[in-house]
T-cell receptor
Framework: GENVEQHPSTLSVQEGDSAVIKCTYSDSASNYFPWYKQELGKRPQLIID?????GEKKDQRIAVTLNKTAKHFSLHITETQPEDSAVYFC???????????FGTGTRLKVLA | DSGVTQTPKHLITATGQRVTLRCSPRSGDLSVYWYQQSLDQGLQFLIQYYNGEERAKGNILERFSAQQFPDLHSELNLSSLELGDSALYFCASSQGTGGMNTIYFGEGSWLTVV
């Protein structure tokens, strides 16, 4: 069945450094890849997404890259700040299917 | 505010009991998704409805059931509750179904089974 693997499970970086979270999906028909940020006890919120027809998308300090051949996509956060500390989830949705499959999450800690 | 409304926000109940969680999607959204998140765990997909019909099923237990009503709100019914069912249950909605639909989450319903 469909599966999304996410690494690392935890990530600690110094404030101002960059953070990279990677996901691999199994369904080659997947064509939409959103990233969500979840603060403790709160709902996941969409921070950026990418569709299969582009290889990279950037929004200020956040960027996402997609390699469809390798079935990999990654979240890049530059100039990290303490408020970036949260759990980040990647997801993949297959074309013609209706399920969003989420990765297992990455707990990011930005150390001041 | 995502526009997705979930009630109740918190619920404490005993083992063996039955509860109903309610979700109102964003205005105009036809799809509703249910996810379960146990403590420090990921988002486990339970079930999805589109315009009243079940469209996809995940790891939903037989003790659990859901439906989407003509007014598009959805209910998740959890019965014969066990301690392990304690979790945060999220509802999410999107405009349509199929690919490339951004889903928006509600604030969740905290269920504690004692």
């Amino acid at each position: 069945g469909e599966n999304v693997e996410q690494h690392p499970s935890t990530l600690s970086v110094q404030e101002g450094d960059s953070a990279v979270i990677k996901c691999t999906y199994s369904d080659s028909a997947s064509n939409y890849f959103p990233w969500y940020k979840q603060e403790l006890g709160k709902r996941p919120q969409l921070i950026i997404d990418i569709r299969s027809n582009v290889g990279e998308k950037k929004d200020q300090r956040i960027a996402v890259t997609l390699n469809k051949t390798a079935k990999h996509f990654s979240l890049h956060i530059t100039e990290t700040q303490p408020e970036d500390s949260a759990v980040y989830f990647c997801a993949a949705q297959g074309q013609g299917t209706y399920k969003y499959i989420f990765g297992t999450g990455t707990r990011l800690k930005v150390l001041a | 505010d995502s526009g997705v409304t979930q009630t109740p926000k918190h619920l404490i109940t005993a083992t063996g009991q039955r509860v109903t969680l309610r979700c109102s999607p964003r205005s105009g959204d036809l799809s509703v998704y249910w996810y379960q998140q146990s403590l420090d765990q990921g988002l486990q997909f339970l079930i999805q409805y589109y315009n009243g019909e079940e469209r996809a099923k995940g790891n939903i237990l037989e003790r659990f059931s859901a439906q989407q009503f003509p007014d598009l709100h959805s209910e998740l019914n959890l019965s014969s509750l066990e301690l392990g069912d304690s979790a945060l249950y999220f509802c999410a909605s999107s405009q349509g179904t199929g690919g490339m639909n951004t889903i928006y989450f509600g604030e969740g319903s905290w269920l504690t089974v004692v």
